[in-house]
């Protein structure tokens, strides 16, 4: 089994930088790749961005050019740097892990909002 913590969410203003990390742990070598993805009120979950073991990424469109993910495998944590932030941005942010198995792992989930 893979466990995910995610921390560094909570209150930030628009145009705000804040960093999501998300710390695995477990059956670590079974991984391989790790995402970010989020939930809005009243809306479904959607991939923001996802990086693969080889380091191949892919973003939403919505937060191309703003946000970037990356991984420090010594450390077993992905990051989500977040810049010029929106309020449409607002939204709990889950890690995943995708494992060899093809069972699909979620963190808890750590909320971001965009408020003035």
């Known amino acids: 089994q893979v466990q995910l913590v995610e921390s560094g969410g909570g209150l930030v203003q628009p145009g705000g930088s804040p960093r999501l990390s998300c710390a695995a742990s477990?059956?670590?070598?079974?991984?391989?790749?790790m995402g970010w993805y989020r939930q809005a009120p009243g809306k479904q979950r959607e991939l923001v961005a996802r990086?693969?073991?080889?380091?191949?990424?892919n973003y939403a469109d919505s937060v191309k050019g703003r946000f970037n993910i990356s991984r420090d495998n010594a450390k077993n944590t992905m990051y989500l740097q977040m810049n010029s932030l929106k309020p449409e941005d607002t939204a709990v942010y889950y890690c995943?892990?995708?494992?060899?198995?093809?069972?699909?792992?979620w963190g808890q989930g750590t909320q971001v909002t965009v408020s003035s």
């Open positions: 995943n892990a995708d494992t060899v198995s093809s069972v699909r792992y």
């Open positions: 477990g059956s670590i070598a079974s991984i391989y790749a």
């Open positions: 990086i693969t073991n080889s380091g191949r990424t």
